[in-house]
């Protein structure tokens, strides 16, 4: 072979080589910015799945419904009147509710009972009404004391002024309907709330308030 023609044969395959080299880069480099995209693809979709079940997740623990709560804040004296043998007592309750819900509630008309040592003093009325999604308010309800029923406890009664210290409780249950997101039900609301009380100025020593909400859904 002449040198000439050799020199002809390794240019060509040098070219070949060169060629296939760049070839083989330039598919690496397109697979590879390939499946670097597929991978942030993917990436960028598990987070938003991700960021969506969180979501959803806080939506329903924000939608179920949960229980109002109850607080006696003052007891005041407000009549005395004489029911020969014993005096009977009018008393105003101020009771602090709270409405933890995303909806609002309304609630029919109820009693609250008030007991001294297992049994029911008095009562107070609670009138029908509504309370705004997420919120406080004040009620104030008017309670009657029957003293024939304090004097079935005249020792114990007698004891607890001695002590300054007097225990009782208070039975509520309240009914009405609130609808929550998806939620349209009817709810009833039981209350119980042991109370120490200073039975001289009335003064509220210390409480503990349960409440419990059953739902009904329509």
Not at 8 to 24: H, R
Not at 64 to 83: E, V
Request: glycine share 4%.
């Amino acid at each position: 072979m002449s040198l000439a023609l050799l020199r002809l044969v390794l240019s060509i395959e040098s070219f070949t080589l060169i060629g296939n080299s760049k070839l083989s880069k330039s598919s690496f480099s397109k697979l590879s910015m390939g499946s670097t995209g597929q991978k942030v693809k993917w990436s960028w979709s598990s987070a938003l799945i991700g960021a969506a079940s969180a979501a959803a997740a806080t939506s329903l623990l924000s939608a179920k419904p949960k229980d109002p709560t109850f607080h006696l804040i003052s007891i005041d004296l407000t009549s005395l009147k004489l029911n020969l043998p014993v005096l009977d007592a009018d008393l105003m309750l101020t009771v602090h509710v709270t409405n933890p819900n995303i909806a609002a509630i309304h609630y029919s008309s109820t009693t609250m009972s008030i007991l001294y040592d297992g049994t029911v003093l008095g009562t107070a009325e609670v009138k029908a009404g509504s309370q705004p999604a997420r919120s406080c308010q004040l009620l104030r309800l008017p309670a009657r004391l029957d003293g024939m029923e304090l004097a079935q406890h005249a020792r114990r009664f007698f004891s607890d002024v001695a002590k300054r210290e007097m225990k009782l409780e208070a039975k509520l249950d309240i009914e009405g309907a609130a609808k929550v997101l998806w939620w349209d039900h009817s709810f009833r609301v039981h209350v119980d709330s042991f109370v120490t009380v200073d039975p001289v100025f009335l003064d509220i020593i210390g409480q503990e308030n349960r409440s419990q909400m059953d739902l009904f859904l329509a």
